[in-house]
Structure formats: structure tokens, C-alpha cells
């Protein structure tokens, strides 16, 4: 771990020479390895942020490195993370590690004096595909300009690429010896390779030998009272506004019906849908081919086995519903079939084909008088918008001007009303379905102005708090279907556990769990198995029961009794058994490499002392929050 900050009267001493014994060991185990290496210009006056030892830790280094991370967790999560997000997250202090571990590297090869020559650095850059020309050798001329638009020198280039080579250099030397005990790849593949057959009785109200009773409005009541924080309503904001939305303007609105005949020709497509067939079609290389498999067809065996000796699949010759011109030539046999069948050979874009119509689709027409209502509304839809937005200037300079909410109901004949507005409540007014009205009331605090809000839908509105309202019990009455529920759920899983209950002790004693009910069987499935409709606690508990232990297995909605019937030892000779052996062997040895490299560059640290400059870290992340 890294010390705190200090003076450079409080710089450790040199090491001691125990650790210069141990590095030289590890250099025996040295073997070339060359990595990629790339640097940012950061720009300004300060040039570190720090140091380990003797080395600092160049402050370009770590913006770019940040600048990184940033953009990569940025395409991870699919939306642009601003620098403060990333420190909600720790990332800027995961980049700032990782960079004071590779200084704590580079410190200490320049400590033992391990460096790379020359040639290895020519054969570095040689190997950089953007310093290549179209032939594949070493172009100069493109390697000094991609340094120079990067505001880099040669110089300070091949210092940072040789200094990287010496940094991979002495990490593999720390790792390379490290292999997966086979203690450890045995026990992994024994857990992730073992699987277990169970049986499984799902409990419902229906397994009751009595149906529940309905609850009295007295333990409806009770219920409630007890448990008056889950009706209780949070905090929220009474809110006035005013609005003028789509819906409520565009039933006055006139239509033209020019325009209307105009939509409906636009979409004869959508409105006009002639006959179809659902088909499937198997191609062939030959005419002779295809008439060989025809005739296979006509003895009796079946279109399904035609495709699976091709090693297709159904979904592979699926055409979908398709018109008679969409199948060309073959358009007249496929519809000249009057019930479901097989017609061909026939010609077809991917040579002689048989083709399998399963389905007539009967041709759907709507005229345009069935039409014309929806493209009204639509068109009245349009222009209610288009009179909204040429209002919203005028609401602006209003609201500038200091007009109350009443006065813009009036002149711009808005609707006023006010709503009590709680974040994530399920019992919100409607006009809080709009995205924009919700964000603006989030925002909403006491002697804000109201301000022009555009609603998704093209709607206008305009918004005022009023006042805060306290958290408030939601009425009896209001939630009495959610406490009957609520009450319900509640007698029926002690229902379901007493009788399950009742019978775990007479399966343990020998009695069969079908005695009991349908019971689903499993018959092998491993860690990582799927069991429908089933909570994920169900497998979790099967591969934590002993053979023949019965166990209840409880979740909101779910009640359940597993018994465990067999335990399968993981395979070891089948491919994949060889396959996930070798998985597990390749990343534990990964992993241990990581925590080896960990705990030595953590060792490198805390020994040749670390100065962090806080104020040039806190430049570098000014700089990229801008």
C-alpha cells in the first residue's frame, strides 16, 4: 500500500541488500517479451504528479492512461462518463495505482541497471504497424509525423518505449516460473464439473388440503396500521403548472381531406396486403438432385429430414410469409396449392429448389374510408403540435415578463392545475408519465421561476412549486386491494411451509415426495444449469444438500420441496472435461500472476517511498472535467 505524501527529508533510505539478492534471482528467469506502449501529451508546466524512489511519475502518463479508462468504461456501459462519475467510482484512483505500480517497476530497473540496447528498441518500432509503409518496412518519414501531431520527439518517444520493454522485461521475470498447482486445478474442475439429479414438488395454494379464508376488514385494518410505512407515501412536492398538450388540442383542429387521400396512398403498402403464403425453401445443386429428394417425398419421408441431412435448420429454409411475386417462377405452383404441401423442383434464386407452403394468409385490405379516422387524428395530431410550438415564444417572453401561471392559462389558453408530485411514487398524476415534466419537478426548488418546458410529444408546460408535503399514510381505502394482497401472500407461505413441513418428515421417513403431488425430475445438471421458473436459490441449495436430504426452498411467490437424488463426479477424459481443465489452468495461473505482481510492485513501493503532488493530480483532473 502506499505510504502518505512526505518531505524528501523523509525519502527511505537505499534498499537493503537482501532485496537486490532476491531481483538478480529473479533475473535468471528472464525471457524477451516485448508490449505495446503509447503516450499522450498532457500539456502545461507541471511535469510529474509525483514520485516513487527516484522515478517520477510523469503527469502525462497518468492523464492519458485516465483519458483512457474514461473512453473504454464509456463504450462498456453504451453513454459518455464525465470525470465526476468516474470518481463516484473509483476509477481515477484505480488509474492513479496503476500508474504508481509501473513507476515502482521502472524505479527499480533503473536501480539494478536493467535496460534494453538499441537494436531491441529499432526492432520495437519496426514492429509498430502505424510506422509502416505500404511494403511493410520502417518509414521514417510517417513515424516523425505521428510524433510531431502528437507533440512528441523521438527522443522522448524511444525513452518512453525502452523504459516500457525494460518494465515488461522485469515482469516477466517476477511471473514467468509461475504455474497452476495441480492441487488447485483438480479442486476447481471437481466443483465445476460435478452435477446432480434432483426431484422437485412445487407448493401452491392448491396443495392446501383447505383453501385459506378471506381476511376480516379487521386484520385488514391491523395489517395496515402495523405496517403504515409501506402505504405511506414519501415526501412530496405540490406543484402548480400549466399545459397545453397534443390530445387535448387536436379534436378541434380541422382536417383536409386532399391531404388525408395524400397519407393513405403514401401507406397503401400498410393498408393494402395482398394474399401470402408462409413458405420454406430447400435448395439443391442439381435438377436431378432435387427431384431425387422430390421423389423421397412422395414415398413418405418427411421435408423436416431433407433439411437436416444438409445440416440446416427449420429457421435456415424459412422464407417467411412472402407474396406470389416475391417467389418468381416458382409464384404460381407454391399458390396454385389450395392446403399445406411440397411443390418443386422449381427454379429459384439459389438454384433448383423444393418448396414447403405450411400456411395460406388470407389478403387484408382497409379502404380508405376505414382508414380515414386514425389518419385524422393523426393529421389533427400534427397540427395541434405545430400550434403549440408557435406558442412557445410567446409563453417565454410572458414568463419573462414576471406573468403568474393563471396568466398564461388565460392568454394562451393553457390548462392550470397543480399536481403533488413524489419521485418514483406509482401513484402520480399522468401528467408525470412525460420524462420532461418528472426531470423538471426533480429539479424544482422553492422561488425557482417558472420556465418553458417542451414535452415529449411536442406538448408545452410550465411549472411553480407551491409547497412541500410531508410523508403522508396513503388512505385505508386506497390501498385496501394491495393490503388484502399483501395479507394474503402472507398466510399463504406459512400455509405452504406447515404443510411442506408436514411433508419433509414423512419423506424422510421413507415415503415417497410423488406421493405428494406432480414432481419434476432433473436428472443431471452442473453449477451453471438453468431449472424453469425457478428461483436461483433452488440450484444454489441442490449443490449445497447431501444424497436424499430434503429441503424447503422459500422466495417471495415460490415455496418448493427438492430432494437431492444423485451426485455425479466430473468427467475427466471427454474433450470438454480437457477443455474447462485447461480453461481453469490458464486463468488461475493468470490470476496468481496478478497477485503476485501485486504484492511486488506494492513491496517496490513501500520501500522505495512514494511523494504524491495532490495539486498537480487535481490540475490533471481539471484539465479532462472541462
Known amino acids: 500500500m502506499s505510504k502518505a505524501p512526505h518531505t524528501d527529508e523523509d525519502t527511505p533510505k537505499k534498499k537493503r541488500r537482501g532485496a537486490s539478492v ?152 517476477v511471473t514467468s516460473g509461475i504455474t497452476t498447482p495441480a492441487a488447485l486445478t483438480d479442486t476447481l474442475a471437481n466443483w465445476a464439473g460435478e452435477t446432480r439429479g434432483f426431484e422437485v414438488l412445487r407448493l401452491t395454494e392448491a396443495s392446501l388440503p383447505t383453501p385459506l379464508p378471506a381476511a376480516t376488514d379487521a386484520e385488514l385494518d391491523a395489517y395496515y396500521k402495523a405496517n403504515i410505512a409501506t402505504y405511506t407515501r414519501p415526501e412530496a412536492k405540490r406543484i402548480s403548472y400549466v399545459a397545453l398538450l397534443p390530445d387535448d388540442l387536436a379534436k378541434d383542429m380541422p382536417t383536409d381531406e386532399a391531404a388525408l387521400q395524400a397519407a393513405y396512398d403514401a401507406k397503401l403498402s400498410e393498408y393494402v396486403i395482398p394474399e401470402k403464403r408462409l413458405v420454406e425453401r430447400l435448395g439443391f445443386a442439381t435438377e436431378a438432385d432435387a427431384a431425387a429428394a422430390k421423389a423421397r417425398l412422395d414415398a413418405g419421408e418427411s421435408f423436416d429430414t431433407l433439411v437436416a441431412e444438409r445440416n440446416l435448420t427449420l429457421d435456415d429454409v424459412d422464407m417467411g410469409d412472402v407474396s406470389k411475386s416475391e417467389l418468381g417462377a416458382a409464384g404460381d405452383a407454391v399458390f396454385a396449392l389450395t392446403s399445406p404441401g411440397v411443390v418443386g423442383p422449381l427454379a429459384s434464386n439459389v438454384g433448383p429448389a423444393l418448396f414447403r407452403m405450411n400456411a395460406i394468409l388470407a389478403a387484408q385490405e382497409t379502404t380508405f374510408e376505414q382508414a380515414k379516422p386514425d389518419l385524422a387524428k393523426e393529421q389533427q395530431l400534427e397540427a395541434a403540435r405545430k400550434a403549440i410550438g408557435d406558442k412557445v415564444e410567446a409563453v417565454d417572453d410572458l414568463l419573462a415578463g414576471g406573468a403568474a401561471l393563471t396568466d398564461l392559462a388565460k392568454e394562451q389558453g393553457m390548462t392550470l392545475a397543480s399536481t403533488d408530485y413524489a419521485a418514483g411514487a406509482a401513484d402520480n398524476d399522468t401528467i408525470t408519465d412525460y420524462k ?83 414432481v419434476e425430475r432433473t436428472a443431471q445438471i452442473d453449477r451453471q444449469g438453468l431449472v424453469k421458473d425457478t428461483p436461483p436459490e433452488l440450484l444454489t441449495a441442490v449443490f449445497e444438500m447431501a444424497p436424499n436430504e430434503v429441503r424447503l426452498i422459500e422466495t417471495p411467490g415460490f415455496a418448493a420441496l427438492v430432494k437431492l437424488t444423485t451426485v455425479t463426479a466430473a468427467a475427466t477424459d471427454s474433450e470438454d472435461a480437457k477443455t474447462l481443465r485447461e480453461a481453469i489452468t490458464i486463468n488461475a495461473a493468470r490470476a496468481i500472476s496478478e497477485d503476485v505482481m501485486a504484492l511486488y510492485t506494492t513491496a517496490l513501493t513501500a520501500e522505495a517511498g512514494i511523494t504524491l503532488d495532490q495539486a498537480a493530480i487535481n490540475a490533471v483532473h481539471a484539465q479532462l472535467g472541462q
Do not use: C
Not at 500539456?43 to 510529474?48: L, M, N
Not at 468504461?73 to 500508474?99: E, H, K, M, N, Y
Not at 527499480?108 to 526492432?123: N, P
Open 22 to 173: 532476491i531481483v538478480w534471482v529473479l533475473m535468471a528467469m528472464l525471457i524477451a517479451g516485448l508490449g505495446g506502449f503509447g503516450v499522450t501529451n498532457f500539456g502545461g508546466g507541471v511535469t510529474a504528479i509525483g514520485a516513487v524512489g527516484d522515478r517520477e511519475i510523469n503527469v502525462n502518463e497518468y492523464a492519458s492512461a485516465l483519458r483512457q479508462e474514461l473512453d473504454a468504461f464509456s463504450r462498456q456501459v453504451g453513454q459518455p462518463i464525465g470525470l465526476a462519475q468516474a470518481q463516484a467510482l473509483g476509477l481515477d484512483r484505480q488509474v492513479l495505482q496503476s500508474v504508481i505500480n509501473r513507476t515502482a517497476l521502472d524505479n527499480e530497473a533503473d536501480r539494478i541497471g536493467l535496460s534494453v540496447g538499441d537494436a531491441t528498441v529499432a526492432a520495437k518500432l519496426s514492429g509498430i504497424a502505424s510506422f509502416q509503409s505500404v511494403s511493410g518496412g520502417f518509414d521514417r518519414a510517417a513515424y516523425r509525423d505521428i510524433l510531431q501531431r502528437n507533440n512528441l520527439t523521438e527522443a522522448v518517444y524511444e525513452q518512453g518505449l525502452r523504459a516500457d520493454t525494460a518494465r515488461q522485461l522485469l515482469q516477466t521475470a
Open 436 to 518: 420532461a415534466f418528472r426531470e423538471a419537478a426533480d429539479k424544482l426548488a422553492e422561488g425557482d421561476f417558472p420556465e418553458a418546458i417542451l414535452l415529449e410529444d411536442g406538448g408545452l408546460v410550465a411549472l411553480q412549486l407551491d409547497s412541500i408535503i410531508p410523508p403522508t399514510p396513503r388512505p385505508f381505502d386506497t390501498v385496501k386491494d394491495q393490503v388484502a394482497a399483501a395479507v394474503h401472500a402472507e398466510a399463504l407461505a406459512k400455509a405452504l411451509a406447515a404443510a411442506a413441513a408436514t411433508i419433509k418428515t414423512a419423506v424422510e421417513a421413507g415415503a415417497s415426495l410423488g406421493a405428494h403431488g406432480i
